[in-house]
Structure formats: structure tokens, C-alpha cells
């Protein structure tokens, strides 16, 4: 998960760092660089989010196998393509006024003091696109004896929100109290794995 998401978070780094080089060198204006930057941006969330979609499905499929179950067949589609491409949009414009706010004052430095904005966005579409997938996949295992685990990162930014769903575990067609891992709130990097009602959460960790 958290290679996952640093590579997330490098792509649209890429793409913020390349629409800025390209506007300066072609001598746009700030607000002519921020509408480039939220196309660009909002092609690299939707480009990020297919690829943690793919690690997600990955890591569902193998959890199945090495529980002797199986994904049933038109449970693994994705999120839906239309919402995706609005919560892109909605992102990256939200970027764009950022970044644009900031170069209005001084243009050279408007990338490095809203890098934090942008990581945002690639830890939170991350791990939206990532649980989404799961949770959509384990929907189509069929099994009474398997259910849901939450999996919190309980280092020193886990929030306590979160530190206390760790562990909790539902079925796989239930939601967890606290709502979906990953899109508690912005930066949550939680995630659930799946788990046999003979397994403790710290053993399907």
C-alpha cells in the first residue's frame, strides 16, 4: 500500500513539475499555467487511480486463493468511471487554485508551498481507489466463514479515529461502523484485509 502510494504521488508530481517547466518556457501567464494544471492533474489521479485499482484487485485475488476461494466473475469492475472523472476534476481544480493563489505572489515558489495540497490528493485518491476496488472484489467471494479486517498504519500519524477501528471485522458484504478505510478522512491510509472467522485480526494482518 504505501509503495502504492508514493508512486501515486510521484505521477503527479511529474505531471505538476512538467505543466509548470512548459508553461514558464512558453511564457504563460499564472492563470494560463493553472488551467493546464488541472487537466494534467486530473489525467494523472485518474491514471494513479487505475493503477492502484489493479494493485488492489491483485492483492484481493491472491488473499482469495490462499483462503481456497475464488472472485465470481463481474464483481471485480471498478468504481464507476463517471464519478471517478468528477472527484478527478473536483481535485485538481481545487489544486490549480492553490498553486495559482500562491504564483500570484510569487510564481517561482508556488509548486514547493503547495506540495503539501498535492500529497494530499495522492494519499486520499490512493486509498480511496485502492479500498473501493477491494470492497467491490470481496463483494463477489461467496463464503459464510471469510469476512473484512480493518488494517490501520499505527505509526505516529495514525489518527485515533482509526487506531480504534484497528482490528474491527465485518462481513464481506457489511460497511464498518466508522465507514470505508482509506475514506475516513483526508490522508487516511487505512486499508482492511480479509479474514477467516478462525483468525485473529493480528494473524490475518
Known amino acids: 500500500m504505501l509503495a502504492a502510494e508514493a508512486a501515486f504521488l510521484l505521477l503527479l508530481l511529474r505531471r505538476r513539475d512538467e505543466t509548470v517547466r512548459a508553461g514558464f518556457a512558453s511564457g504563460r501567464s499564472p492563470g494560463g499555467i493553472a488551467t493546464a494544471l488541472s487537466g494534467s492533474i486530473a489525467s494523472g489521479i485518474l491514471q494513479g487511480?487505475?493503477?492502484?485499482?489493479?494493485?488492489?484487485?491483485s492483492r484481493t485475488r491472491s488473499e482469495a486463493t490462499a483462503l481456497g476461494l475464488a472472485i465470481v466473475g463481474g464483481a471485480t469492475r471498478g468504481a464507476d468511471a463517471a464519478r471517478d472523472l468528477f472527484a478527478a476534476r473536483r481535485a485538481a481544480e481545487s489544486y490549480a487554485r492553490r498553486w495559482l493563489g500562491l504564483a500570484r505572489v510569487n510564481p517561482i515558489t508556488a509548486s514547493a508551498e503547495s506540495e503539501?495540497?498535492?500529497r494530499r490528493i495522492g494519499v486520499t485518491e490512493n486509498s480511496d481507489a485502492y479500498n473501493?476496488?477491494?470492497?467491490?472484489?470481496?463483494r463477489g467471494i461467496v463464503s459464510d466463514?471469510?469476512?473484512r479486517v480493518w488494517d490501520a498504519e499505527l505509526d505516529r500519524r495514525v489518527c485515533p479515529?482509526?487506531?480504534?477501528?484497528d482490528g474491527t471485522i465485518v462481513g464481506l458484504r457489511e460497511s464498518?461502523?466508522?465507514g470505508e478505510p482509506g475514506s475516513v478522512h483526508p490522508f487516511?491510509?487505512?486499508?482492511?484485509?480479509?479474514?477467516?472467522i478462525t483468525?485473529?485480526?493480528?494473524e490475518a494482518a
Open 49 to 57: 487511480r487505475s493503477l492502484a485499482a489493479a494493485a488492489a484487485l
Open 116 to 118: 503539501g495540497s498535492l
Open 132 to 138: 473501493r476496488t477491494r470492497t467491490t472484489a470481496a
Open 145 to 147: 466463514v471469510v469476512g
Open 161 to 165: 479515529r482509526c487506531s480504534a477501528a
Open 176 to 178: 464498518f461502523p466508522l
Open 188 to 196: 487516511c491510509r487505512c486499508t482492511w484485509a480479509l479474514v477467516t
Open 199 to 202: 483468525q485473529t485480526p493480528k
